[in-house]
């Protein structure tokens, strides 16, 4: 049984390790006003990416997205 929990363990931990984070990177897409589908489908056509649409308390907000580099 000690040999089975120690294989077990070394398995989770290899697989821990060989795990790579891959970089984000951002770029601002419109900062005239954003609506969501369509920042969401720029962002997927141009980067493969994820739209967001972000902004302060005042102005319009910003359509932004977030891809891996």
Do not use: H, W
Not at 30 to 49: H, M, P, R, V
């Amino acid at each position: 049984m000690l040999i089975k929990c120690y294989l077990l363990n070394f398995g989770v931990v290899l697989a821990i390790v060989e795990v790579k984070a891959q970089k984000r990177c951002t770029a601002t897409l419109d900062t005239s006003g954003c609506i969501l589908a369509d920042c969401q489908k720029q962002c997927f056509e141009k980067y493969n990416g994820n739209g967001l649409c972000t902004g302060g308390n005042v102005g319009p907000f910003n359509c932004v997205c977030v891809y891996n580099c």
